[in-house]
């Protein structure tokens, strides 16, 4: 394997780097029928310490037969618009979830998020984490009040 550094990106021309990438694999004999299975993965990273983190996340992803934790079920969430406010409510589907690799209820918390330009850019409004030793220890809830609502569009 070569690995290519850029340590100095000042080093790059005005107009970028054209970037080659070629992959080859085989030989292989395929009889008729056969099925050949091809994983790629295209890694990355900042540094040397970091591409070689990356490539080690792909080979146990591989490993793990893609089986990784995965985020909880969405909750059922209703919004109600009301004068100068709105009033998310949503229910506990999502602490209930079981994470298939982990085989636990590893719920952590909910955290809101508010668009003020049609979603470009978000920003956090609440965090409600479980009282534990992880995260902000805030405690559940299952509505907020946004009071700073104003006519935007």
Do not use: C
Request: charged letters at 20%.
């Amino acid at each position: 394997m070569i690995i290519y550094t850029l340590t100095d990106p000042s080093q790059l021309p005005a107009n970028g780097a054209d970037l080659i990438f070629n992959m080859s694999s085989g030989p292989y004999k395929i009889e008729p029928n056969d099925t050949l299975t091809f994983y790629t993965a295209i890694i990355a990273g900042n540094d040397l310490d970091d591409f070689y983190n990356s490539y080690e996340q792909a080979k146990n992803t591989v490993k793990a037969d893609f089986e990784l934790p995965k985020a909880p079920a969405n909750p059922v969430l209703t919004g109600i618009p009301s004068d100068q406010k709105n009033i998310l409510y949503w229910d506990n589907k999502a602490e209930l979830s079981v994470d298939s690799f982990s085989g636990e209820m590893d719920f952590e918390g909910y955290r809101i998020y508010r668009s003020m330009d049609r979603g470009i850019n978000w920003d956090q409004i609440a965090d409600y984490d479980k009282i534990n030793s992880i995260g902000a220890n805030s405690g559940i809830q299952y509505s907020y009040i946004d009071s700073t609502v104003s006519e935007r569009y």
